[in-house]
């Protein structure tokens, strides 16, 4: 190699090795004549090599493809000179620039001269970036003629004959068609990138970044386009590329090349790793700017945790090979914050990337686990996925493999979570997010790991030893490789699901591998639901054959051939021929197992969970092949073949879990767990209180433990007589009655007060299962659950344990059927029914944990807590506030199931909302119960936000939902209060409802109370404001969604409630409920007249004296007792207003009107929508007395308003202009409106008599002279106005607060201010 090449080479970062197979010059040809190849030899105008040598056959570098023509001046490709109004053009119109980049973002769009000719190539390098937008550049085609077209402030604005690429996807005529077009999104270039596009000749459009193609953009394009950038955001200056530069381009090609390689982990390590062993996984020193790598490379922590939450983001050190496990322990957490640690892979190398705050926002080549779901490119493709990672604690692991299928699984502690993404490409760096509470992770080595499955079945995503899907089977029964659009086929050909499951509910289809012999049973497993849609699980039988079925949205939609169970009608080729068959299809829960089989006499059989449903239709053709057909419609998402299908035998559900399933010993000495000596009248007690006997009748067989459950800690029993005679069985469960708080027992005598049976124990909160039916307090939680406790035999056992995740699960002959009810209460005990057909059971379980550890299913949570912990945990309510009462476990409670961004304390009797200004849901424990007032107390409002809590009801299970960012957006069976609406499934029903929750001040007591017919009844400090919803279903649970400015909730316990609702008369509830900080707090809720401080306020009725001078129409004001505010220093500190507020897209600071009284001005109804949904900014003009009403019948500030503000010249910028048209600027088509400055401070806007005139009034009331001024509150549109200096002088200091370089707006674009109130301020 010459040295002059080599020293070249040297420059470039991290150039590759010798060790691939190429020298230096060799690599600079091969990538050059693979971009020439990228570009179809019609692409010659782009020239990678040196400039060719004369002759023939010399061109492109000698690869003997012909010199390219050179480009004349005329046929160059140029900016127009019509451009952006922000444009300026520079190098004979090949650099485009956009001004004041610091200010603006928008009216950057420029586009080429000419129409682009086929297969000729377009392409701009990026000069210059700005560090404060978010964004970037754009670039594509349009139709449009740059000499007619109006330019838009933003490309995609424009809604016909436009293509265009932003980020990493395409928008047609504004919209996007196209999501993820690249792996590369426009907005990570860096300066000196390249972007390209090209029209070939086949009408396709292909866009290049850096020379390499992306691939089909959009298959047909007009023929005349021409080439449009749009310079938004970040980006501020480019060029148009001609002459294209061999070493620069391949510079950023070899870093590509690296990053998409992968060989990539063979690469040399970087200057901080140089010493380390080079296979060994370490934290690459790039890492977040919060973050430290310590240790050698194998820790990895957020030095100040306490002080942010994000900007901890860690890469290794190389790329992860096929079936490569990274693992990091988590050392440390802090508790300050929402969310915690996050993992996954991506493809960019950590030498080059520059990290984001939070890996979630990186756009390209990038997988992440967050909480329970699984994101690619920040989008998020699995909502329900795994253990949530927000839930894990000091001492858990998580862990991430790419296999050489291309699939991604994650682990949590161990445990498979199953297939997260497909297609990944291999050389991915493993990434960990060190966010929120997660503050410092260890790397794990393999010798410290848990042996990995060869065969990663997706289970229930926690693979306890007894899933059914967890062993093989001897049966070679599979899903065929041929299914719907929707489904995918994992697991060996064993387990089948739904992709997009929270977006799409059908096109997944399932077939079996091979048609079904005669008496060969198909089960599967429902694995994995989402409560979302409606319908469920459809299966049965076709004819057809794989390879002929053109596989449908729904499986009864086809009309031959076929037979399908829908809920509980069959249907043969998509006719009903018989309802109410004997299940319910539509009813199954996770968990649930279904089978089908045809016998000999071609009648078809469904089993539930190993039972026969009886023949569901006959007349099969017995000389057709059946195959087997699953539709993973609406709510069923996953599902797996058992170990049970194959030949029919007497056992339909084997399975190899009872190889693990906890040890058979007999009760001897020393075995701790005994019965509890109270029990029901007909129960006896032998050998040392680990037998129970019922003695008479059939009912009063209630026996509890000895002692409380431990956490993960199981209860079990064996059975061993029975009595055919009666009919029911064993039930069984957890409750929080003390044994022997109903009455005394003796060693066989009965505690008076306990009930016949279980489900009728119910002064304390129980949870139990009977047959397979969940109940809480004898409520109906869940139907279908594991198996029949009602099949039991002798010698079968069944155990309980409670989870750490506070879950009840029930274990049947050492199978977990797992979880039953969520939110268990921590000290519970054992209660058993030894009910109907069981008579005599057996304690055959020991309390020391140690002894069946290694049987027990691997735990997802870390068992790190201790029983001092929950000590602690027990004496919080004795810390509470004299407010607060002590409430037992069966008192109300928030559910642990709640937004992501809640955290509960105070033994979850108060919620707090610790981020943003949504994820705020919260749940009520127990359903609401008829004549019972629940309250809640709001303890803390931001008002930096706007809108605030909403309250409702929820008709269904709420442990298994999966809340979403408001309240609003629950679509089944959930009535919210909200500001002054009722609303039903996100759907307004009422307005005008009882008072504004929005303005309810801290303090106010809410409550929700169901009448004896079911109405839902709204209490306002204990004041019931009416019916809001007539027969709500029941059971219901209470529902808070803590938004906008309410971010802390406490529930008041009954005893409370019951004395603020009833027992005191209004006016001592707004004296306990609104005292706050010993300042009267009732503005905002119309109490009695003589409460409100506007009726007291002086300054509030002298200003409201002088409006009323004025003369101006009423129509033009809101009706009260909305019509005004007063922002004098008495009312201001009364609501506890702050001085600043933030307001618009993107969030813009505004000053609060402090002694002025402010008139609010009805909105145009076409502009309402915008105003709403709170997008505009806020500002202040200065205006006087005689323009008003000008104003006012205008509906907007512009020419004529008689302000000085609006009226008085724009100072011109040196340089470029508004005094004069730009080079580059359209000619006025007509005379531009006179400018009107605006300021974010009042103090500004009305600061002198210039701005705002002050006029002498005399009082009507007290006959006193007075002067006073005016000003309008506006909404300005965001991109409309240009904020600057001030360029009038003002008496007296400019608002401190505010930037000088921002203090004033200028906008000229009509309907760019909305009046949004009349200011008015007396002195």
Same mark, same amino acid.
């Given at each position: ?15 590759? =090795? ?37 002759? &023939? ?14 480009? !004349? ?74 000499? /007619? ?22 928008? !047609? ?24 596009? !090209? ?113 901890? %983001? ?41 990290? &984001? /705050? ?9 997988? #992440? ?149 005669? *008496? ?6 429902? +694995? ?18 794989? =390879? ?98 194959? &030949? ?10 009872? =190889? ?58 064996? %059975? ?15 409750? !929080? ?30 949870? #139990? ?9 004898? +409520? ?15 010698? /079968? ?50 309390? #020391? ?57 105070? *033994? ?71 500001? +002054? ?49 007539? =027969? ?16 802390? %909730? ?127 900014? #806020? ?52 005379? +531009?409106? $006179?400018?009107?400055?605006?300021? &974010? ?5 009305? *600061? ?29 549109? $965001? *991109? ?25 707006? %200028? ?17």
């Amino acid at each position: 190699m010459p040295p002059q090449a080599q020293a070249q080479l040297d420059k470039f970062p991290n150039s590759l =090795e010798s060790e691939n197979g190429f020298s230096g010059m060799e690599l600079s040809e091969v990538v050059s004549n693979a971009i020439l190849s990228a570009y179809n030899g019609g692409l010659l105008s782009v020239s990678l090599g040196s400039p060719p040598a004369e002759g &023939p056959g010399a061109g492109a570098g000698g690869s003997g493809l012909p010199a390219p023509t050179p480009l !004349t001046s005329n046929d160059a490709l140029l900016f127009h000179e019509k451009c952006g109004t922000l444009i300026k053009l520079s190098n004979n119109n090949k650099t485009a620039e956009r001004r004041r980049p610091l200010d603006e973002f928008n009216n950057g769009v420029v586009m080429t001269n000419r129409p682009l000719r086929d297969n000729e190539m377009f392409e701009i390098r990026i000069d210059k970036l700005v560090d404060k937008w978010s964004g970037s550049i754009e670039i594509g085609v349009t139709t449009h003629n740059p000499n /007619s077209l109006e330019y838009p402030a933003t490309m995609t604005n424009l809604r016909s004959g436009t293509i265009m690429m932003s980020g990493c996807g395409i928008l !047609t005529n504004g919209k996007g068609t196209r999501r993820e077009y690249c792996e590369f999104s426009l907005d990570e270039l860096q300066e000196g990138d390249h972007i390209g596009l !090209t029209r070939k000749a086949s009408s396709a459009l292909h866009f290049f970044i850096n020379g390499i193609d992306q691939g089909v953009a959009t298959s047909v394009t007009p023929p005349v386009v021409y080439g449009v950038v749009d310079l938004y955001g970040m980006a501020v200056k480019v060029t148009i590329v001609h002459n294209h530069n061999h070493s620069d381009r391949l510079r950023r090609n070899n870093a590509i090349l690296r990053a998409l390689s992968p060989e990539g982990a063979h690469r040399r390590p970087p200057p901080g790793l140089a010493h380390s062993e080079p296979d060994r996984l370490l934290f690459h020193p790039n890492c977040g700017q919060k973050a430290a790598i310590t240790h050698e490379g194998r820790t990895a922590l957020r030095p100040h945790a306490t002080d942010d939450f994000n900007h901890g %983001v860690v890469l290794s050190s190389r790329a992860l090979r096929d079936g490569e496990l990274f693992q990091v322990r988590i050392d440390k957490m802090v508790d300050k914050w929402a969310g915690s640690i996050e993992i996954g892979v991506t493809t960019h190398n950590p030498a080059y990337l520059q990290l &984001p /705050s939070t890996m979630t926002n990186l756009r390209s080549g990038t997988w #992440m686990m967050t909480g329970n779901g699984v994101m690619h490119n920040g989008t998020t493709i699995l909502d329900e996925y795994g253990h949530n990672l927000d839930r894990l604690k000091a001492g858990d692991t998580v862990g991430v493999v790419r296999r050489e299928d291309g699939t991604l699984h994650f682990f949590v502690n161990g445990v498979a979570q199953g297939p997260a993404a497909w297609n990944v490409p291999p050389g991915v760096y493993a990434v960990v997010d060190l966010y929120g509470q997660a503050a410092q992770a260890t790397i794990v080595d393999d010798s410290e790991l848990l042996p990995l499955p060869d065969d990663i079945s997706e289970g229930n995503n926690q693979l306890s030893p007894s899933s059914p899907s967890s062993g093989a089977g001897a049966t070679d029964l599979r899903f065929h490789q041929l299914h719907g659009s929707n489904a995918v086929i994992t697991n060996g050909g064993r387990t089948a699901l739904r992709h997009n499951c929270r977006s799409e509910f059908n096109d997944a289809i399932v077939i079996s591998n091979r048609a079904l012999r005669d *008496g060969e049973l198909f089960e599967i497993v429902i +694995q994995k639901m989402v409560d979302r849609w409606s319908g469920s699980i459809e299966a049965g039988v076709t004819a057809i054959r794989p =390879e002929d079925l053109e596989f449908p949205n729904t499986m009864t939609d086809i009309d031959y051939d076929t037979w399908m169970l829908s809920g509980t009608a069959i249907m043969q080729d998509g006719n009903t021929m018989r309802n109410n068959y004997g299940c319910d299809l539509d009813s199954l829960g996770t968990g649930s197992r279904i089978g089908m089989m045809r016998t000999a006499k071609g009648d078809l059989h469904y089993f539930i969970n190993g039972q026969d449903q009886g023949p569901a239709c006959s007349g099969l053709p017995a000389g057709k092949e059946v195959y087997a057909v699953v539709d993973l419609y609406g709510q069923c998402v996953q599902v797996s073949i058992t170990s049970a299908t194959g &030949p029919m035998d007497n056992s339909l559900s084997t399975s190899n879990a009872t =190889e693990k399933s906890f040890p058979l010993h007999s009760p001897v000495a020393g075995v701790a767990h005994r019965f509890h000596s109270s029990c029901g009248k007909n129960v006896t007690f032998g050998e040392d209180g680990t037998r129970a006997m019922r003695v008479a009748g059939y009912a009063h067989g209630l026996v509890f433990s000895m002692k409380e459950l431990r956490t993960d800690e199981v209860f079990e029993v064996q %059975v061993e007589e029975l009595d055919e005679k009666w009919a029911g069985s064993f039930k069984v469960g957890l409750t !929080t009655l003390l044994p022997g708080d109903l009455g005394p027992g003796g060693g066989n005598g009965a505690g008076p007060g306990l009930p016949t049976s279980l489900p009728e124990l119910q002064t304390k909160t129980t949870w #139990m299962v009977s047959g397979c039916e969940v109940r809480r307090n004898g +409520q109906l939680q869940r139907m279908n659950y594991g198996r029949n406790l009602e099949r039991l035999g002798v010698g /079968s056992r069944v155990g309980i344990r409670r989870g750490a995740d506070d879950t009840m699960h029930i274990l049947v002959d050492g199978e977990d059927m797992g979880p039953a009810a969520t939110g268990i209460a921590k000290n519970v005990w054992v209660v058993l029914d030894l009910y109907g057909r069981v008579k005599v059971i057996s304690i055959v379980s020991s309390s #020391m944990l140690e002894e069946i550890e290694g049987t027990k299913p691997p735990s997802l949570s870390s068992d790190t807590g201790s029983e001092g912990e929950e000590d602690e945990d027990d004496e919080e309510p004795g810390t509470m506030g004299e407010n607060e009462a002590v409430v037992t476990p069966a008192a109300l409670e928030f559910l642990e199931n709640h937004g992501k961004n809640i955290l509960l304390s105070n *033994g979850n009797l108060t919620a707090t909302r610790v981020a943003s200004y949504n994820q705020g849901i919260v749940v009520i424990n127990r359903p609401l119960v008829p004549q019972q007032l629940v309250q809640v107390r709001l303890d803390f409002l931001n008002r930096q936000w706007t809108s605030s809590l909403a309250l409702g009801v929820i008709a269904c299970p709420p442990e298994r939902l999966n809340f979403p960012a408001s309240a609003c957006a629950l679509k089944r069976a959930a009535w919210l209060l909200r500001g +002054q609406g009722i609303f039903h499934n996100g759907l307004k029903i009422c307005e005008k409802y009882g008072p504004n929750l929005d303005t309810c001040p801290e303090g106010t007591v809410l409550g929700l109370r169901l009448d004896g017919s079911g109405g839902l009844h709204l209490y306002v400090n204990g004041v019931d404001q009416g019916v809001a919803v007539a =027969e709500v279903p029941q059971p219901c649970h209470a529902l808070v969604d803590l938004y906008g400015q309410c971010e802390q %909730v406490t529930i008041l316990s009954l005893e409370t409630g019951a004395a603020n609702g009833e027992g005191a008369g209004i006016q001592g509830d707004m004296e306990k409920a609104d005292v706050v900080d010993g300042i009267k707090e009732s503005v905002c809720w119309a109490p009695p007249p003589d409460a409100s401080p506007l009726k007291s306020c002086e300054y509030h009725a002298l200003c409201s004296r002088f409006q009323e001078l004025l003369l101006l129409p009423e129509d033009y004001f809101v009706p009260p007792p909305k019509r005004s505010l007063c922002y004098c220093e008495s009312c201001r500190k009364l609501r506890g207003d702050e001085a600043h507020r933030r307001r618009g897209e993107p969030p813009q600071e505004y000053a609060l009107p402090f002694g002025w009284c402010r008139f609010n001005l009805r909105v145009n109804p076409r502009l309402e929508t915008a105003t709403l949904s709170k997008k505009w900014h #806020m500002a202040y003009h200065g205006s006087s007395v005689g323009a008003v009403r000008r104003v006012l019948d205008r509906g907007e500030l512009g020419a004529g308003s008689a302000s000085i503000l609006s009226c008085r010249p724009l100072k011109a910028e040196p340089g470029c202009g508004y005094g004069e048209s730009g080079e580059n600027c359209v000619p006025p088509r007509e005379e +531009q409106p $006179p400018p009107v400055l605006l300021s &974010p401070s009042l103090r500004h806007a009305a *600061g002198t008599d210039a701005l705002a005139s002050k006029v002498q009034f005399r009082d009507p009331k007290s006959q006193r002279p007075y002067q006073a001024q005016v000003a309008f509150q506006v909404c300005v549109r $965001p *991109g409309s106005y240009t904020p600057g200096p001030p360029s009038t002088a003002v008496g007296g200091p400019p608002d401190p607060h505010f930037s000088p370089a921002e203090l004033e707006w %200028v906008t000229k674009e009509k309907g760019a201010t909305l009046l949004y109130a009349l200011l008015v301020r007396v002195e």
